[in-house]
């Protein structure tokens, strides 16, 4: 049990252009969802919390504007980076919990922009 | 400023011998500690974890201690197999009514070779 996953796994797009990625939990209601960022040969960096039906917490440093958190449901959340440039490269990663610390992780998605 | 720290970016064990893998915080708020795998290019999978309540849990091969007063916990797989290779995240995370409650900080990671 305690299966996440993400969709798109990979993803190219141009500079200017805005991508939403998803993430699911496909066996467990997951009442918060986590994304992460990670760069690489580093560790995975929390960039926001979101809980179903609310707005999500931003880390500090992560801007709220271009990385848009729609929690919708118990098993579903997205991430829409706006208006992506080179930099907004980078692996993402959302997890779900369902009860306590444990987090479960998706399988991430490699975002390219070019 | 690194709560979670990983000093040793790799580490190789032949086959059968024992994994031991480190993990220093420096936020005595942290109450839960967990230690995830990872593959490249894949998400963490979740291997253990820890409460502070506890000084050592053991799943099968895998055994994680901690060391309260030292901000220390530790992994150890014990026999060591090549599966194994990857990299391990150790992270922690907050008590209830905390700011980090059910949030993870994350190490920086420790890629282990397990050579046959």
């Known amino acids: 049990g305690a299966v996440v996953s993400q969709h798109p796994s990979r993803v190219i797009c141009k500079s200017g252009t805005s991508v939403k990625i998803e993430c699911r939990s496909l066996?467990?209601?997951?009442?918060?969802m986590f994304w992460y960022r990670q760069f690489p040969k580093q560790s995975l960096m929390l960039m926001a919390t979101?809980?179903?039906?609310?707005?999500?917490?931003?880390e500090q440093g992560v801007e709220k504007d271009k990385f848009l958190i729609n929690h919708a449901s118990l098993t579903l959340s997205t991430l829409t980076v706006t208006s992506a440039h080179p930099e907004d490269s980078s692996f993402y990663i959302c997890?779900?919990?369902?009860?306590?610390?444990?987090?479960?992780f998706g399988p991430g998605t490699r975002l390219t922009v070019t | 400023d690194q709560q979670v720290k990983q000093n040793s970016p790799s580490l190789s064990v032949q086959e059968g011998r024992i994994s031991i893998l480190n993990c220093d915080y420096t936020?005595?708020?942290?109450?839960?500690f967990l230690w995830y795998k990872k593959y490249p290019a894949e998400g963490p999978t979740f291997l253990i974890s820890i409460s502070s309540i506890k000084d050592k849990n053991e799943d099968g091969r895998f055994t994680v201690f901690l060391n309260k007063s030292a901000k220390h916990l530790s992994l150890h797989i014990v026999p060591s197999q090549p599966g194994d290779s990857a990299v391990y995240f150790c992270?922690?995370?907050?008590?209830?009514?905390?700011?980090?409650?059910?949030?993870?900080?994350f190490g920086q990671g420790t890629i282990l070779t397990v050579h046959p």
């Open positions: 066996d467990f209601q997951a009442t918060t």
């Open positions: 997890s779900g919990t369902r009860r306590g610390h444990e987090q479960y």
């Open positions: 979101s809980n179903e039906g609310s707005k999500a917490t931003y």
């Open positions: 936020n005595s708020m942290f109450d839960y």
């Open positions: 992270a922690a995370s907050g008590g209830a009514g905390g700011t980090s409650y059910g949030k993870l900080t």
